[in-house]
């Protein structure tokens, strides 16, 4: 069964959807036209809303990558290179096709982002595509200060390195140093090369560190813009998320949450009719007074059912007491119910 554009419950081809009474038409046309045009045609037809750049960005990266293995990365080891430039080319490409097959839940989830509060909604495709080239820089630059600032970075980057004749010749005599001291650490300083030498000889891994941060973050953000873009198109077509529409969200919350406590009535509370007919009354009564966001862009609601009880005095009697209770509900932003919590007044 199709799932509804709007609050994600499922309705049939052609009707209305029955638990938000939405129309699905323009959702459905949506999707057939994407049907007709097949994968790999709908995926140049994204491409095409931001002039390719995504796709230009991942395709320039082996050509760069390769231009780099053949004169300014040199001094960086072959078995370090090769797999940085394929992995590098590989991810950009991934994002790119990840992104278009996402594209429904990144629209959903930007919209989502209007309605978050806190932390969460820093985390929306907007703030993101926005943050990554700056945060890879930002690496970038940390990478490169560690390298000339911290010996246990530059020791690790010098295996990354091919061996130069002065280090090679360093090494031949390395052994016969071993041998007669035993704590090398406690040896006089090995040759320190000077901050600039060390930013030189460093230079090939920083330029190589940029190379593949710099592409993979550019075509992650140009990729979430595609994607926004292509949400934008979308939301001039179909009917918006039901987290943006209070009133519906409301309505079918107050509607599941009286079907969920009426099914706890029946299936925990008192024993036959007489549960059945309290359960009937409390849900006829509701009365709603509260409602509040929550930070994931659920909701929570509050309600009095205002219902009767019957209790024995100490004659024997029945007597009929009244009986108030709150209920607090909250749902996800779907509008699916995830607690009901009962608490009496
Ligand atoms: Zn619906």
């Known amino acids: 069964m199709p799932e509804c554009i709007v609050c994600r419950g499922e309705y049939t081809r052609g009707t209305q959807c029955p638990r938000c009474s939405s129309d699905n038409t323009a959702w459905e046309d949506w999707k057939k036209k994407e049907e007709k045009r097949g994968r790999l045609q709908g995926f140049f037809h994204f491409l095409e809303l931001h002039s390719y750049v995504p796709a230009i960005i991942a395709y320039c990266a082996l050509p760069f990558g390769l231009l780099g293995m053949s004169g300014p990365w040199l001094p960086v080891r072959l078995s370090v290179l090769v797999p940085v430039v394929t992995l590098t080319f590989i991810l950009c490409l991934y994002i790119t096709q ?23 909604k820093r985390l929306a495709p907007e703030f993101r595509a926005a943050m990554v080239p700056v945060a890879a820089i930002a690496l970038v630059m940390i990478f490169a200060l560690l390298l000339v600032e911290s010996e246990y970075v530059w020791k690790f980057a010098e295996l990354l390195m091919r061996e130069t004749p002065s280090r090679a010749a360093s090494a031949v005599e390395m052994p016969a140093q071993e041998e007669t001291a035993d704590d090398a650490a406690s040896s006089p300083q090995e040759e320190r090369p000077s901050l600039r030498e060390r930013l030189g000889r460093a230079l090939p891994l920083i330029s190589l560190a940029t190379y593949a941060l710099i592409f993979v973050a550019f075509a992650y953000s140009s990729s979430l813009t595609l994607a926004r873009d292509y949400a934008r198109q979308l939301n001039e077509k179909v009917p918006l998320p039901i987290f943006l529409r209070e009133d519906l969200l409301t309505g079918v919350v107050q509607r599941e949450a009286g079907r969920a406590v009426h099914r706890a009535v029946r299936s925990g509370g008192g024993s036959g009719a007489a549960a059945a007919v309290g359960a009937q009354s409390a849900s006829r009564s509701w009365t709603w007074d509260e409602m509040e966001r929550l930070e994931d ?10 219902g009767t009880k019957k209790e024995e005095t100490l004659s024997g009697e029945l007597v009929e007491r009244s009986v108030s209770t709150a209920y607090v509900v909250e749902a996800d932003p779907w509008g699916r119910i995830i607690k009901v919590a009962r608490a009496e007044r």
């Open 98 to 120: 990840y992104t278009y097959a996402e594209r429904f839940a990144l629209r959903e989830e930007e919209l989502l982002g209007r309605v978050k509060r806190g932390w969460r």
């Open 297 to 306: 862009g659920g909701i929570r609601l509050t309600a009095v059912v205002h």
